[in-house]
Each structure stands twice: as structure tokens, then as C-alpha cells.
């Protein structure tokens, strides 16, 4: 959260060599924030976007013309995405996809771990952490909501360290038996 993923996504997209008509850009539905029809950053940076609900659904977007796709908030779309950018790939089709590695708990999210390992590039965006602003490598959610899937931005979570994430889950989180 709030490393500038989705501002690197669209920064891509600006600097691509193809025309918007050989590009397709997606967020899934479940992304209520701002605008139903863009991708938009923290900072208000837009591109336009189709929503989506499942990875499958960007097979009818695909035409004869599209040589990239930008997918946004990629975490969220499940395990067949993988299915579905692979078969993108084999057909010369770019992706491009930005998603949080991590969920609230510090655990692999969706299919982040394996997209990671089917990348042929990656590129990985630090925040800095909400309390002493070092480098944020861990998602801290505010109490009040346990579900997995919430998105949300600054009202529901933070950027925190090891040390500010781990003081901030002393009461979430069970220890470890031994």
C-alpha cells in the first residue's frame, strides 16, 4: 500500500510505443474506489480501465489489435489469473500487472507468489512507513474488519516497518505454540 504501484503501472502505460487502440488496461469490479471506469493512484494520476470480475473476463476485451494489458490490483483476481496471463504471454500479448505481494497478515496474497515467478521482469516499489518513515515492507490494516478481500486506502490501512507492523498485530495475531 501506497508505494506507488499503480502510479508505476500507469507511468508504464503513458510510456508505452503503442496506441490506446493496442492497449487494454483492467481493475477488478471490487474496486470501488474513485472512479468505476479509470485506475487512479492515491495522488489522483487516472487512465482509463475496464472492470472486471474474473480473470477470464479479459479474454472478450482481447481483438487482433492488442498487444499489451495493464492489470491493476492483480492480487484480487484469484488463481486462474495465472492461467490467464500465461496464455496472454504465449501469444505475444505484454502484461504488465501491479498487485500487493503480502496481504494484512504478512501472508502470500492470491497468486502474487506464483505471478512473481512467471514475471520476466519485476519491479518492486517501497512505501515508507506511517509511523517513523522508513522503508515499509508490510500492509497494516486498523482494527474493526477481519476479511480477507477489503479494499480500501489511509481510513483502513497503513504502511508500517517490521517493527510497527509487528507492534501494531501484538493483539491480532496468536504466537506461535512450540
Known amino acids: 500500500m501506497f508505494a506507488g504501484k ?7 502505460y503513458n510510456e508505452s510505443m503503442y496506441s490506446t487502440e493496442e492497449k487494454l488496461a483492467v481493475k477488478p469490479l471490487l474496486d470501488k474506489r474513485y472512479n468505476a471506469t479509470t485506475i487512479n493512484t492515491h495522488s489522483g494520476i487516472q487512465m482509463l480501465a475496464h472492470r472486471i470480475s474474473k480473470a477470464e473476463e479479459i479474454y472478450p476485451l482481447i481483438n487482433e489489435m492488442t498487444k499489451e494489458v495493464y492489470i491493476d490490483e492483480v492480487q484480487f483476481f484469484g488463481p486462474f489469473i ?8 504465449m501469444n505475444q500479448i505484454k502484461v504488465v500487472a501491479a498487485g500487493l505481494d503480502k496481504d494484512y497478515m504478512a501472508r502470500d496474497f492470491g497468486p502474487m507468489a506464483s505471478l512473481k515467478k512467471l514475471a520476466t521482469q519485476k519491479i518492486d516499489v517501497k512505501a515508507k512507513c506511517h509511523v517513523c518513515n522508513c522503508n515499509a515492507n508490510f500492509t497494516f490494516r486498523k482494527p474493526g474488519n477481519d476479511d480477507l478481500l477489503l479494499v480500501g486506502h489511509n481510513d483502513i490501512y497503513e504502511a508500517r516497518c517490521e517493527a510497527h507492523w509487528l507492534e501494531g498485530m501484538k493483539d491480532r495475531i496468536e504466537p506461535i505454540s512450540q
Open 6 to 12: 499503480t502510479t508505476q503501472l500507469i507511468g508504464l
Open 82 to 89: 495465472i492461467e490467464v496471463i500465461g496464455e496472454l504471454m
